[in-house]
Structure formats: C-alpha cells, structure tokens
C-alpha cells in the first residue's frame, strides 16, 4: 500500500514538476526577448484549454462519461466572473477582485453542474452527449438575449432589447444581448493561468486518488457492480460532474479577464469548443491529466506555428492528430511504449542489481 502511495505521489509530483518547467522556461524565453508576439498571445488561450481539458477528463477518463457541454460550463464562469468584476470594479482592488471572480465563476458553475447532472446523470452513452450538448447550446443562445445595465436606480434587466431597460441619463450597459460584455479589467496572465492549473491539478489529483475517486472508478468499470457493493451511483457521479463543471467555470474566469470584449459566439462557447477539448482529452490519453496538457498544448500552438506554411498548414496538423492517436491507443504502439519505459528498464538494472 505504502509503495502504491508513493508511486503514486511521485507521478503527481512528476506533472507538477512539468507544470512548473513550462512555466520556467517561457519566463526565460519571455525575458531575453526569444518569444515571439504570436506564441506570447498564445499564452493565457492554452492555459484555459489546459484548464478545460483537465476538467472535462475528470468526467470522461474517471467517470466514464460522454460529456459535450463544458462549453457551456465556461460560459457561465466567464459572464457570471465578467458581470462581478464590471460590478465591484469601482469597490475592490484589481487582485482580490480577481480572486473573488474566480471563486464566483466557479461556484456559479458548480451550481449549474449540480442543476445539470442532478437529470441528466440518469442517462448514459449517447443520450448524455445529446443532452449536455443541447445545455451548452442553451446556454450560449440564453446569455445573447439578455440585456442588463446599471443606473442611479440599482440594475435593469430585459430579454427583450436595450431600449426596453428604461435607465436614467447615467444608467450604463453591462450585457448588451450579443454584443456581451465590454470593457472587463484585463488581468489574466500566464502566472495567473498556471496558478489556476496547478489549483486544478492539486483537487483533480486528491480526488481521484481518495475513496471517493475509487468509487467514481469502479462506476466506470462496472456499474452493476459498484452499485451491489452499496455505492451510490448517482451521488459519486454528481460529485465528479460538478467538481469538473467549477473547474471548467475557473477556466472561463481566465478566458473572460483576457480580453476586452466577452461575447457568446459559436466559435469560443460553441458545439466546436466542447468538441476541440474532447480532441484534448482523447488524444492525450483518457485518465492521463498530464497527456491532457501535453495534448492541450502541441495542439494549441502547431497551428500558430506552421501558420506559414499556409496550404500545408492544416494538413501537418491532421497528420500530427493521426500519429498522436496511433501513438496513445495503437495495441502495438502501447506494447512499444510499455516495453521502452523508463520504469521496465530501470526496474531490470534494480532486479539484477539485487540478484547480484
């Protein structure tokens, strides 16, 4: 037991340590002036899709489920971190009203995972992808409706237009239906972001490796069994599916803080973000938050990077998907990297070495 703790604890240890690497070494490239304005930008959109990845692998790796809605989970961290921050703006300081963003944007989506899952954890396979799919498009198409602004008076809200908000000379906008939200303090950073990844990590890592993670595992691999031994199947699955939706909400906050304009648009809150991040999670190896990050990152920034090659450029990127498939699920390309492993060869030296 102690051995599998430790082993356990050393590759925890191991994807923090690659965390923080990553963070060194983009410090060092930043301060000599060796990274470029391109992958300078490219920065903080990584570590919200690494955010995004490692909560959705907590439902897909560990509870086995098929979830296409964390969009929708980053929607609302984002509008409901973005409206706090626009609200105490003239109150707070710019750190703890950061802070306080964060926890809003993720408990806000807690309670929608908890709304969420509550119905829709009763289905299984595909009917569970069609739903909290369905919740992601609902809640994008919600958000561009609705209309709030500010005066002397307190706060107006509509569903109908801005005209239909009634303000005083001094009333000013918030949420302006599709226009979003303008003028959010920009205060994500790449420190800020692998703060947040980190945070990620450490509860994604505690809870899969306590009794409630073991319990969330033996739903996926045999749910007929794990409820005969008297697991209570829907309350470990709600556990597992809020936890990733106020992750998710967290990776919104960073989102909506990076940019001046938060708008709710197919191509960031969409179908295509829920499904670019499951791209993340299975190309990276289900269960596996460092191939999360691996996966999140490459993906991320090779189509940046052969953005010179124009025609040819999504083409090495599909090609790089396929050998990253092949690499991570091939029978044999997994016997090849079992046989080749860090552990078997050292554990051959250790055993001979001993024998001696």
């Known amino acids: 037991m102690k051995k599998n703790m430790n082993k356990t604890t050393k590759n925890n240890f191991i994807t923090y340590g690659m965390v923080i690497a990553i963070f060194v070494v983009v410090q060092i490239l930043s301060s000599t002036?060796?990274?470029?304005?391109?992958?300078?930008?490219?920065?903080?959109?990584?570590?919200v899709y690494i955010i995004a990845s490692l909560s959705l692998n907590l439902v897909v790796g560990y509870s086995g489920e098929l979830s296409l809605g964390h969009a929708g989970f980053m929607c609302v961290g984002a509008y409901s971190s973005a409206l706090f921050s626009h609200v105490?703006?003239?109150?707070?300081?710019?750190?703890?009203?950061?802070?306080?963003?964060?926890?809003?944007?993720a408990a806000v989506a807690a309670v929608f995972g908890v709304l969420i899952g509550i119905p829709v954890l009763r289905l299984r396979g595909d009917y569970l992808a069609?739903?909290?799919?369905?919740?992601?498009?609902?809640?994008?198409?919600?958000?561009?409706?609705?209309?709030?602004?500010?005066?002397?008076?307190?706060f107006h809200f509509s569903i109908k237009d801005s005209a239909s908000l009634n303000m005083q000379a001094d009333g000013k906008m918030i949420i302006d239906g599709a226009k979003g939200i303008v003028g959010t303090p920009n205060q994500s950073t790449f420190v800020v972001g692998i703060i947040i990844i980190l945070i990620s990590l450490f509860v994604s890592f505690n809870l899969v490796n306590s009794r409630t993670g073991r319990a969330i595992m033996a739903i996926r691999d045999n749910r007929i069994a794990a409820e005969s031994v008297g697991i209570n199947i829907?309350?470990?699955?709600?556990?597992?599916?809020?936890?990733?939706?106020?992750?998710?909400?967290?990776?919104?906050?960073?989102?909506?803080?990076?940019?001046?304009?938060?708008?709710?648009?197919?191509?960031?809150?969409g179908y295509n973000m829920s499904i670019m991040i499951l791209v993340f999670v299975v190309l990276g190896g289900m269960g596996s938050f460092r191939g999360s990050i691996i996966a999140a990152v490459v993906l991320t920034m090779l189509p940046e990077v052969l953005r010179g090659l124009a025609d040819y450029r999504m083409l090495i990127y599909a090609i790089v998907l396929i050998i990253m498939m092949l690499f991570n699920w091939a029978p044999k390309a997994i016997e090849w990297r079992e046989k080749h492993s860090f552990k078997r060869m050292f554990g051959k030296k250790e055993k001979a070495e001993e024998v001696q």
């Open 130 to 154: 069609i739903v909290t799919l369905a919740f992601g498009e609902i809640i994008k198409n919600v958000i561009n409706v609705m209309y709030l602004g500010r005066d002397s008076k307190g």
């Open 88 to 105: 105490t703006s003239d109150v707070l300081p710019s750190v703890p009203r950061l802070i306080l963003a964060l926890l809003v944007g």
């Open 234 to 269: 829907t309350k470990y699955k709600l556990m597992a599916f809020t936890i990733s939706a106020a992750i998710a909400g967290a990776g919104g906050v960073l989102y909506a803080h990076n940019l001046s304009t938060l708008t709710a648009l197919p191509a960031n809150f």
């Open 33 to 47: 002036g060796n990274l470029s304005r391109l992958l300078t930008g490219l920065l903080v959109p990584i570590c």
